[in-house]
């Protein structure tokens, strides 16, 4: 979580479909059937297979301190593996390699495109589909944050917002948040399953989301 008194020191910032830069005054401003500023672009629109959509590229010292996304769970009764085929995406600074690569559904702890009910204070999922990550995410340079979608069929739509804070500098011992997806189709009896492992240097391990099926669809 954001320390309150530290984000008032910052400027707070919105970044979605509407206003990708997060520039103060420029969400909304798209036309629809109900006239000029009214929710013309509220959402990326028919993912295709394959895409790649960049969501965020933030420029500065700065902490995402909320994520919300949402999107149908299926294309069709036959397709419904939405959460799991949507590849969320982060790097932080000048990263080639992404801190962050994870399904949305699994970042989100909905396992195996199921949505799920989640309360916690670092992650909410509400009923009506609304995932949402309160950890703090501190970078000094940039944050880029993009969705590879995987599977064959196009989803009509996709929204998303990301909430963040720039400042002068960040206070001192931030760690860089990061995550990782590992599945395996069927696991051995008696051999311990590794959820991780290699890790070097200072930090701080907040947890792990596990998710056991007997559903036959792996990717």
């Not at 970044?15 to 909304?28: L, S, V």
């Not at 990061?178 to 051999?191: E, F, P």
């Amino acid at each position: 979580m954001v320390d309150v008194l530290f984000a008032k020191r910052g400027r707070s910032y919105a970044i979605n479909a509407e206003n990708p830069t997060g520039e103060k005054g420029n969400g909304g401003k798209s036309a629809s059937s109900l006239g000029l500023s009214r929710k013309g672009s509220p959402c990326l629109h028919d993912l295709l297979p394959g895409s790649h959509s960049v969501l965020a590229d933030i420029k500065g010292c700065g902490m995402i301190h909320h994520i919300w996304m949402t999107v149908d769970n299926k294309t069709s009764d036959a397709d419904c593996f939405v959460l799991r085929d949507l590849i969320l995406r982060i790097y932080w600074d000048n990263e080639t390699t992404p801190s962050v690569e994870v399904p949305i559904g699994d970042f989100f702890c909905c396992g195996f495109g199921q949505e799920c009910l989640v309360n916690s204070a670092a992650m909410i999922v509400a009923p009506s589909r609304g995932l949402n990550c309160y950890f703090s995410m501190p970078f000094k340079e940039r944050a880029r944050i993009s969705l590879f979608y995987l599977w064959f069929y196009k989803i009509p739509a996709f929204f998303y917002k990301f909430f963040f804070c720039i400042f002068v500098a960040l206070p001192e011992n931030n760690y860089f948040f990061q995550a990782n997806w590992r599945t395996k189709k069927v696991t051995t009896l008696k051999q311990d399953y590794v959820i991780v492992d290699s890790i070097k240097g200072k930090g701080r391990y907040v947890g792990s989301y596990i998710a056991l099926s007997t559903l036959q669809r792996y990717w």
